[in-house]
């Protein structure tokens, strides 16, 4: 089976965070979505679930109003 894409349909990416409006992923995520394996998608997918807009943002996820990534760690 397949993984579906968490595609809104409000492809907009956000200046603060680099996250797209509607599906929280990265412009990196979504141009390797189309070659990526069900493992990888999944795997982009479990990602999403820690990307969190703020209680009570605007519908339009105004860059103002979210929460920036955590920082990336280095080895």
Do not use: F, N, Y
Request: include cysteine; proline fraction near 11%.
């Amino acid at each position: 089976m397949s993984v579906a894409s968490p595609c809104t349909g409000i492809c907009r990416i956000d200046p603060m965070t680099g996250w797209c409006a509607g599906c929280r992923r990265t412009l990196t995520e979504i141009a390797e979505w189309g070659a990526a394996g069900d493992g990888r998608r999944q795997a982009i997918l479990d990602g999403l679930a820690q990307r969190r807009w703020p209680e009570g943002a605007p519908a339009d996820k105004a860059s103002a109003d979210v929460v920036p990534p955590p920082a990336a760690s280095t080895p």
